[in-house]
């Protein structure tokens, strides 16, 4: 009995473990070195759902168990699951015979069907070029931007500044704002934040190509001024996003990063009266950053993009 009841928890507890391990989603090669999930890594390694690669002075090629492949030029950060990938830095090849989803910067590119080339430039730009089927591309809000067709390359580029208006709070080191009016919620970099937490603000800044670090944000913004709207009136989007109202104090000695500068001879603001939310006109409560997309020459995809370095392309 007493050997029964050693064998039932012994298989229960490794049955746990198994469930608790994730599944491969398909296998990663390189003539050289290259990261996965912070580990140095020469040759070949696991993918598993969700993982960063990051390429080094060599291309890599990740192929997943889904007929999936993707070569990632050197110098490139990425990360993969089944049905999708974050390109945060770099250039890459993706083939994908089903549905499959690129995300880079604020666009995301619909591959399934095509083989597409994508580089993600500084600041803010995309160039995507199609060498079979056709590749859809959509700004943050779902609006469609192009379809890169076979052949064909486009070059999307955003223009920098743009503006919001909603609730800054603090969570996990960092700072959320709650867009008003609207469920977007940005991750937010730059001076003055830790003031003016608790407040209803407006922010001004540019997107980062880099992906968000504090759930549930969509994106992240370079802020590069912060303007006061009324005080307080923040707890409800607090609460929402299991946040704070108040910032913890700044490490002594740590010197404060300096805000931007007035302009000699310009009016200062008329401030807003306290407790009265402002309000914002448009989606989302503040300004969109406009998309300028300019056309390559046609038949000229296959040289738009180049994957330098390491291994080269084995797809037909």
Same mark, same amino acid.
């Given at each position: 009995m007493i050997t029964r009841i050693v064998f039932c928890i012994a298989f229960?507890?490794?049955s746990a473990a198994f469930a608790a391990t994730p599944a491969p989603i398909g296998i990663i090669t390189a003539s050289g070195h290259f990261t996965v999930e912070g580990s140095r890594i020469w040759g070949n390694a696991t993918l598993f759902d969700g993982a960063k690669v990051e390429t080094g002075t060599a291309a890599s090629e990740l192929a997943l168990r889904n007929g999936v492949k993707v070569q990632l030029a050197a110098g490139t950060t990425a990360r993969i699951w089944p049905d999708r990938l974050t390109l945060e830095r770099g250039s890459g090849q993706i083939t994908a015979p089903g549905a499959f989803e690129i995300r880079a910067g604020?666009?995301?590119v619909s591959a399934g069907g095509a083989r597409v080339l994508l580089a993600l430039a500084t600041p803010g730009g995309l160039q995507v070029a199609a060498l079979s089927g056709t590749a859809r591309v959509t700004g943050a809000q779902g609006a469609l931007l192009g379809s890169v067709t076979a052949g064909n390359s486009l070059?999307?580029?955003m223009l920098q500044a743009q503006?919001? &208006?909603g609730c800054l709070?603090?969570?996990d080191g960092g700072f959320l704002l709650q867009v008003d009016d609207s469920p977007e919620v940005l991750q937010l970099r730059g001076p003055d934040l830790a003031a003016n937490v608790g407040n209803r603000v407006e922010i001004t800044g540019t997107r980062a190509a880099a992906a968000a670090t504090i759930a549930p944000?969509?994106?992240v913004v370079e802020v590069t001024s912060v303007a006061p709207r009324s005080t307080g009136g923040c707890l409800t989007a607090a609460a929402t996003l299991n &946040?704070?109202?108040t910032a913890p104090p700044q490490t002594p000695g740590a010197k404060p990063v300096a805000g931007p500068k007035p302009v000699a001879g310009a009016k200062p603001a008329a401030p807003a009266a306290q407790g009265t939310p402002a309000k914002t006109g448009g989606m989302s409560g503040g300004k969109k950053a406009a998309i300028i997309i300019a056309v390559a020459g046609g038949g000229g995809a296959g040289a738009a993009i180049a994957l330098a370095g390491g291994k080269k392309s084995t797809s037909p």
């Amino acid at each position: 009995m007493i050997t029964r009841i050693v064998f039932c928890i012994a298989f229960l507890l490794s049955s746990a473990a198994f469930a608790a391990t994730p599944a491969p989603i398909g296998i990663i090669t390189a003539s050289g070195h290259f990261t996965v999930e912070g580990s140095r890594i020469w040759g070949n390694a696991t993918l598993f759902d969700g993982a960063k690669v990051e390429t080094g002075t060599a291309a890599s090629e990740l192929a997943l168990r889904n007929g999936v492949k993707v070569q990632l030029a050197a110098g490139t950060t990425a990360r993969i699951w089944p049905d999708r990938l974050t390109l945060e830095r770099g250039s890459g090849q993706i083939t994908a015979p089903g549905a499959f989803e690129i995300r880079a910067g604020e666009m995301n590119v619909s591959a399934g069907g095509a083989r597409v080339l994508l580089a993600l430039a500084t600041p803010g730009g995309l160039q995507v070029a199609a060498l079979s089927g056709t590749a859809r591309v959509t700004g943050a809000q779902g609006a469609l931007l192009g379809s890169v067709t076979a052949g064909n390359s486009l070059k999307f580029a955003m223009l920098q500044a743009q503006t919001r &208006a909603g609730c800054l709070v603090y969570k996990d080191g960092g700072f959320l704002l709650q867009v008003d009016d609207s469920p977007e919620v940005l991750q937010l970099r730059g001076p003055d934040l830790a003031a003016n937490v608790g407040n209803r603000v407006e922010i001004t800044g540019t997107r980062a190509a880099a992906a968000a670090t504090i759930a549930p944000a969509s994106s992240v913004v370079e802020v590069t001024s912060v303007a006061p709207r009324s005080t307080g009136g923040c707890l409800t989007a607090a609460a929402t996003l299991n &946040a704070q109202t108040t910032a913890p104090p700044q490490t002594p000695g740590a010197k404060p990063v300096a805000g931007p500068k007035p302009v000699a001879g310009a009016k200062p603001a008329a401030p807003a009266a306290q407790g009265t939310p402002a309000k914002t006109g448009g989606m989302s409560g503040g300004k969109k950053a406009a998309i300028i997309i300019a056309v390559a020459g046609g038949g000229g995809a296959g040289a738009a993009i180049a994957l330098a370095g390491g291994k080269k392309s084995t797809s037909p």
